[in-house]
């Protein structure tokens, strides 16, 4: 063998390669429906599992995966777990590591919502509203402005182009490397194949939505869409000063199982320069259990016409379900995934920051909420 053919070789074999491992990159790597992109797998179980079985296992798995941040950097957390109606939904955040040296650090924080459905003995799996927050970008940046095939592939399609191809390839395998996760659980290796365009219609497609459930289309929608219908979102400096002590009711858990606290309103404070929210609660009235597990939650205030439905939640006694539906208020979920009710004229969203005794001798059983304020809204 000549010395030309040999150097010609060596050239042409890594080509090749890098050809064969971007295949499974091109066209139809990335799902679309309806212009949007909606990565979706159904996983069946391979041995006999009844539907609610198979929805308290991928609720384990779900608490277990996203349940708890253990990276402080990224928030991973269920936003909804509907056993009558076998959802799971979960927001979902990963770094993609594009490269890393001593020098140089090229990464994007993919954001994304898992919706798990449990139906048949299958777990329909899908992975959707996909963001990137990347330091090239002042704003998130969606996949069907970074990934699809229109976008990610020369018009051949026969190639990637530059600057997407990091975010389609990360995706793609981060995304597979979820559902593979699922599939491992379940059935102990991976049984089924890539991830598939068709979306199961209990999953919830835009123009399915009447398949699902209000619950998981409301947290879905919220997501979606990070807002809240009615509500417009307005800087911190737009709670007004005239509420300190005004009442309010603190909102924790699922739109399903909701925690429903009277409080008042403590004001606002900074913390290591962000705004933060101060509510107060009487502990010896009241358990506060919830909130002190809560990753987030909400503060809502009420004008006077609700006064009577406000009541019902300063009875103790009874269930949380019931107490909600005497009170005529209509739980929905919010883009941070705490639960609210409708009603409220303002709307305070806070990720749970710390807590204190109060500094009022008069009100030794008390305590004060201190919340890192998210997204604040007004009707």
Do not use: H
């Amino acid at each position: 063998m000549n010395k030309f053919l040999l150097i010609s070789l060596c050239a042409i074999i890594p080509v090749l390669s890098y050809a064969q491992e971007d295949a499974k990159y091109l066209a139809g790597a990335v799902p679309e429906v309806d212009g949007k992109v909606i990565f979706s797998k159904s996983i069946p179980v391979k041995n006999p599992i009844s539907d609610d079985d198979l929805f308290n296992i991928m609720d384990k798995w779900a608490n277990d995966n996203y349940g708890s941040n253990l990276n402080e950097n990224l928030d991973n957390r269920v936003l909804l777990s509907n056993k009558e109606e076998k959802d799971i939904a979960c927001l979902g955040e990963k770094f993609l590591v594009f490269k890393k040296s001593a020098f140089v650090l090229d990464q994007a924080k993919m954001v994304y919502q898992l919706i798990l459905n449990i139906n048949g003995g299958k777990c329909n799996a899908t992975a959707r509203y996909i963001k990137y927050e990347y330091s090239d970008s002042k704003t998130p940046l969606s996949a069907e402005e970074m990934i699809t095939d229109n976008i990610a592939l020369n018009k051949k399609g026969d190639k990637l182009n530059r600057y997407y191809d990091k975010f389609r390839r990360q995706t793609v395998d981060s995304i597979n490397s979820i559902f593979n996760s699922i599939d491992k659980y379940l059935n102990g290796t991976v049984t089924t194949g890539v991830v598939s365009s068709a979306v199961p219609a209990s999953v919830g497609v835009p123009d399915r939505q009447e398949n699902i459930s209000p619950a998981l289309a409301t947290a879905t929608n919220a997501l979606a869409e990070a807002s809240i219908p009615g509500f417009k979102k307005v800087d911190t400096g737009k709670i007004p000063a005239s509420l300190q002590g005004s009442k309010a009711l603190i909102l924790s858990g699922t739109v399903s199982s909701p925690s429903v606290v009277p409080a008042s309103w403590g004001g606002i404070t900074s913390l290591m320069e962000r705004p933060v929210a101060l509510s107060n609660v009487n502990t010896a009235q009241y358990t506060t259990g919830a909130i002190d597990n809560a990753g987030t939650y909400t503060i809502s205030f009420y004008t006077e016409v609700y006064g009577d439905a406000l009541k019902e939640f300063e009875n103790t006694k009874g269930n949380i379900n019931d107490k909600i539906k005497a009170s005529g208020l209509t739980p929905v979920i919010a883009p941070s995934g705490a639960p609210v009710f409708t009603e409220a004229w303002m709307i305070i969203e806070c990720k749970k920051a710390g807590v204190m005794p109060s500094s009022d001798p008069k009100a030794a059983s008390d305590k004060t909420y201190l919340g890192e304020i998210l997204n604040v809204w007004i009707k």
